[in-house]
């Protein structure tokens, strides 16, 4: 699997440099993404603008990612969701689940609201 990973200070943007997000690459990406959270992010953007399909494995190793960021208080973002994607997280109706951004500034934009409220609750 082909990928790019940049470290940012508040978050993750994870590049999948891939065309298909299917069932040979699912657990690879679910791997990854666990080893990332494991690292220690909480927040991570999956930069998702190269995938050009995705099926049923693909939104469950989306779904694993969004699991495992969300529980310790993180948050996980799709970005750049390709159009045949985006439809079928609307068909899955997995977009009243999953965060889903327009572009990666979006999804910084995002994690600095997400990290805002955090910490306004914890006061």
């Known amino acids: 699997m082909k990928y790019a990973v940049d470290k940012k200070e508040q978050y993750v943007i994870f590049t999948l440099q891939e065309e298909k997000l299917d069932s040979p690459l699912s657990p690879v990406l679910k791997s ?3 080893t990332v ?3 220690g ?3 991570l953007v999956l930069d998702m603008s190269h ?3 995705a099926d049923s494995s693909g939104l469950s190793a989306l779904l694993v990612g969004h699991r495992s960021f969300s529980e310790d208080g993180g948050i996980f973002i ?3 969701p390709q159009e045949h ?3 079928l997280i609307k068909i ?3 977009d009243k689940v999953l965060n889903i951004a ?3 500034e979006g999804a910084a934009d995002a994690i600095f609201i997400h990290e805002i409220d955090g910490s306004k609750e914890e006061n």
């Open 92 to 94: 899955s109706m997995l």
């Open 102 to 104: 327009d572009s990666i």
């Open 51 to 53: 995938v050009k399909y």
């Open 41 to 43: 992010y909480q927040n």
């Open 78 to 80: 799709i970005a750049n």
């Open 85 to 87: 994607v985006s439809k």
């Open 32 to 34: 990854e993404l666990l």
């Open 37 to 39: 959270h494991a690292e």
